[in-house]
């Protein structure tokens, strides 16, 4: 299994249709916090709320993938996502160059959207991550 799959938990074992909060408040200790797909507000709130200095990330796990709204202290929030073939993606502004971040709108679109969606959510251009 490589480095994004274990990023976006997409481990064997790992319970799908649920919305989850990772957090890393100290090293080698990871608290989480699960929700079905239907709270929406609870999503909102924890995308809205990501703290880089906890290095949380906003999971959701479906049928066709698995996709992470990821923090970072260098960089603004970033969206990746695995299909069931283990390729990974990484979401990006339409028709920008691979520089350009979303906005926090945007991550909030996309994310909710996985809640619903049948397969990846449309909006940004994804694009194949090595």
Known sequence: ????QRLTGRAESAQQDVAELLSTPRLFR???E???LDDRETVRRWLRELDPDLQQQVHIRRPWGAIAAI????????????????????AYV???DDS???T????EDVMLAALTST???VGPDWRRLA
């Not at 923090?71 to 990484?90: A, I, L, Q």
């Not at 926090?104 to 991550?107: A, C, E, S």
């Open 1 to 4: 299994m490589g480095w994004l």
């Open 30 to 32: 990871v608290t989480s």
């Open 34 to 36: 699960t929700v079905s």
């Open 71 to 90: 923090s970072d202290r260098r960089e603004p929030v970033g969206v990746v996502m695995t299909d069931n073939e283990g390729r990974s993606w990484g």
């Open 94 to 96: 339409p028709g920008g």
């Open 100 to 102: 350009e971040q979303l």
């Open 104 to 107: 926090p709108q945007q991550v």
């Open 119 to 121: 397969e990846r959510p």
